[in-house]
Structures are given as structure tokens and as C-alpha cells.
């Protein structure tokens, strides 16, 4: 069983895919509408827990989307880290490796900025010269290929990333070659 914690917000829609092909009787989506405590439960009742969307170094951000928590408080955080020990965890939001590894998690992770918008592609000096199109394809291939691989183990999804569609696209695509070596397994 899988549960999926991505705080609703448009600008991470393109992660939906990852777990758009998991079948509906093995998987919980949690956007928000729930409290912390609830989700804590929620989270036990699974094996698999994908958090997905806006973090920083401690943990996913809520975006005003759970009950009880501001846009910039922790929906996912250090709380939580006993929960996520024993579990199949695969986390893409900004600087989730820094969060993984400071409360001994395993998994796999993007690490530093994942750049899904052109003002992060600016602020992070890939240039200027970075278009919406760009940053749309990237976001694109990257969801749809991470969905491919979503059912293996975190070790076998980063191997298989490594030589996917988004790989070959990160040969012509600055955004998704920055992404790319962002993206990875601590075991």
C-alpha cells in the first residue's frame, strides 16, 4: 500500500504521474484536509510513502493545506522520521536529501533545488535564457518517467532513471540535466 502526501499547489501538478499508475485499491493520495496526527496514522497503515511537492532542508511544506499548519510549516518533518524508518520512501521537494539525511532516512531523493519553474532555473544560474517550454518538458518527462519506475525499489528507480527517457533528455535539456544530477539514492 502507498500513500501519496503532495500538498495540493499547481505549480507541482506535473508530479501527479509518478503515482498516476499505481492501482487505485493500493494507494491514498493526501493533498491536505487532514491534520498531522491524522496523517500520522495514515502513514502507518502503509508501506510506501511518496511525499511530493515544496520542502526545504526540514521537511515538505504544508502550503496552508492541512488543518491546523500555515503555508510554511511541516506537514512532513523530523516528527515523523520514526514512521518513515521501516518504509519504502521516495521524496522530491527542494532540498529533501539535506531533510532525509540530517534524520537518517533512506530512499530515494532530489537533493539542493529541483527546478520546475523558470524563476528557480534563474535563481539557481542556469541562465537566463531558460524558457517556460523548457521547464515545461522537463517537468513533463520527468514525472511520467518517474511513474514508470515507481513500483521498484528506491536503489532500482535511481538506476533506471539513469539511463530513461529523462536521462536523454537531460543531453539537450539544461533544466532536466540540472535535475538530473539532483536526483538521487542514499542507502
Known amino acids: 500500500m502507498t500513500i501519496v502526501i503532495h500538498p495540493t499547489d499547481i505549480s507541482t501538478e506535473f508530479l501527479m504521474p509518478i503515482y498516476g499508475n499505481i492501482p487505485k485499491e493500493e494507494l491514498t493520495v493526501v493533498n491536505g484536509g487532514v491534520s498531522k496526527n491524522e496523517l500520522i496514522a495514515l502513514i502507518k497503515k502503509h508501506?510506501?510513502?511518496?511525499?511530493?511537492?515544496?520542502?526545504?532542508?526540514?521537511?515538505?511544506?504544508?502550503?496552508?493545506q492541512f488543518n491546523g499548519l500555515s503555508y510554511m510549516e511541516y506537514i512532513v518533518d523530523k516528527e515523523m522520521a520514526p514512521l518513515l524508518k521501516d518504509k519504502k520512501v521516495v521524496t522530491i521537494f527542494c532540498?529533501?536529501?539535506?531533510?532525509?539525511?540530517?534524520?537518517?532516512?533512506?530512499?530515494?531523493?532530489?537533493s539542493d533545488m529541483f527546478c520546475s519553474e523558470v524563476a528557480e532555473c534563474n535563481l539557481m544560474g542556469l541562465g537566463y535564457d531558460i524558457t517556460q517550454e523548457m521547464v515545461d518538458q522537463s517537468n513533463y518527462v520527468f514525472g511520467v518517467?518517474?511513474?514508470?519506475?515507481?513500483?521498484?525499489?528506491?536503489?532500482?528507480?535511481?538506476?533506471?532513471?539513469?539511463?530513461?527517457?529523462?536521462?536523454?533528455?537531460?543531453?539537450?535539456?539544461?533544466v532536466a540535466a540540472y535535475n538530473m544530477e539532483r536526483l538521487c539514492y542514499v542507502p
Do not use: Q, W
Open 47 to 64: 508501506d510506501t510513502v511518496l511525499c511530493l511537492g515544496h520542502g526545504s532542508p526540514f521537511g515538505l511544506f504544508s502550503i496552508g
Open 95 to 110: 532540498y529533501a536529501k539535506k531533510f532525509v539525511t540530517s534524520v537518517d532516512l533512506h530512499g530515494l531523493y532530489t
Open 145 to 174: 518517467t518517474l511513474g514508470k519506475f515507481i513500483h521498484l525499489r528506491p536503489e532500482e528507480i535511481h538506476n533506471s532513471m539513469l539511463t530513461s527517457a529523462y536521462a536523454e533528455l537531460a543531453k539537450t535539456n539544461v
